[in-house]
Structures are given as C-alpha cells and as structure tokens.
C-alpha cells in the first residue's frame, strides 16, 4: 500500500540553524507529495506541496523538492525561528481512485533562542 | 465565522457512553474527512465523505458512525466510547479531488474516555 515514513523527531535546533526533516514514500504510481504544519493547540495547515517530480514547494522560507528517483520529499529550511517550533507532517494523495491523504507520523520541531 | 470549527474542544466522557463531535464548514466543499492523532501513528483516517449522503469507511472505522445531511455538517459519533478512543480528533474538508485542491482543518477535539 502507499505509505510515508518520516524521520522521528524530536529535532531540537538553536535559532537561525539550517532544518533538514527527511521523508520518504512508497506508492505505486506517481503521488502528489504535501508538507503540513501543526503548531501547538491547533489543527494542520498546508505548507507546501508538489505535484510531479523535480517540482519545487516552497512558502515561509521552506522549501522541498520531489524526488521521484529516491522518493522522497525532504523538508529544508536555511535560518529556522523559535516560531517554526511545531509539528511536522508529510503527506501524499494518489492521483487516482478517490483521493485521499496518506500522512507520516509527525516530526516535532523544537527551536531555542 | 467562515472555515472549519469542531465542537466541543475538549470532552470527557466515561466508558459505554456515547459521544457525538461535530463538524461544521461554511465553504459548501464536497468532501469531508475525519482523522484521529495518536502518538506514534501520525493522522489516521477514521470516515470520509463525498458529498451529502455518500459516506465510507476509513482506515479504522470500528467503533465510530458518522452522517452527513447537509453538506455543511459532518458529525462524528461514538455509539459506546471506549478508553481505546481517548484521542484528538479532526475534521477536515477539500473542495474537490485534484492535487491542487487544499484540504483544511479544523482545530481538533481533545476527546477522553475514563
């Protein structure tokens, strides 16, 4: 079946650190890969997303590129801030059939001043 | 309040008891989710929904009915909660089914079963 695995958090990181969060997907045919975001006490939200391989996501400094040679969709970001502390999702939907979300388990992200 | 909002926020209940979260979206989107967030197990997709009346099950379904008579609203019961259910739940709606369609949450309910 489809499936995304992320590395297990959490990732503790002093301000303006350089943020790596690797995942990586199993599926078959060609997905469309997404990273959410979920600060404390709240719901997901969208971060970024790519439809076909070798595009680029990006928004708020982040950014991931879809690999589909190592299937993957790392997270990077270069300066990170005490308010990028969160958790982090990586998803994918299956163009096909009724699409639905595919999530990883979470990477939490702890950033100090 | 346009968007996704889940009511209660939070609730405590006690085992065979039964407990309805609601759902309520204000963009009429089609599709509607339900996902429970478990330590260890990221988000998992409980029920879904297509549009009004057309329903199915998720990843882990056992335990939970759900109903959608108006497209506005998704509610989410427990017939007879167990401590096994202790967990934050989340709604969710997407106005359709291509890739460039975004999926929105709401702000979850924190839901205890003594």
């Known amino acids: 079946g489809n499936s995304v695995t992320q590395m297990e958090g959490p990732v503790t990181l002093s301000e303006e650190a350089f943020l790596t969060i690797n995942c990586t997907y199993t599926?078959?045919?060609?997905?469309?890969l997404f990273w959410y975001v979920q600060y404390p006490g709240e719901g997901l939200q969208l971060l970024l997303k790519?439809?076909?391989?070798?595009d680029k996501g990006s928004n708020k400094g982040f950014e991931a590129t879809y690999r589909k040679e190592t299937t993957s969709f790392h997270l990077e970001k270069g300066s990170v801030q005490v308010s990028d502390s969160a958790v982090y999702f990586c998803?994918?939907?299956?163009?096909?059939?009724?699409?639905?979300?595919?999530f990883g388990t979470g990477t939490r992200l702890l950033v100090s001043p | 309040d346009a968007g996704i909002t889940q009511s209660p926020r939070y609730k405590i209940t006690e085992t065979g008891r039964q407990v309805t979260l609601m759902c309520h979206q204000t963009?009429?989107?089609?599709?509607m989710f339900w996902y429970r967030q478990d330590l260890g197990h990221g988000l998992r997709l409980i029920y879904y929904s297509a549009a009004a009346d057309i329903t199915d099950k998720g990843e882990v379904p056992d335990g939970y009915v759900v109903s959608r008579s108006k497209t506005e609203n998704f509610p989410l019961t427990l017939e007879s909660a167990t401590r096994s259910q202790t967990s934050v739940y989340f709604c969710?709606?997407?106005?359709?089914?291509?890739?460039?369609?975004?999926?929105?949450f709401g702000p979850g309910t924190r839901l205890t079963v003594l």
């Open positions: 790519a439809t076909k391989a070798d």
């Open positions: 998803a994918l939907l299956m163009n096909t059939g009724f699409q639905k979300l595919v």
């Open positions: 969710a709606s997407r106005t359709g089914q291509g890739s460039t369609d975004t999926q929105y």
């Open positions: 599926a078959t045919g060609y997905p469309s």
């Open positions: 963009w009429s989107h089609s599709y």
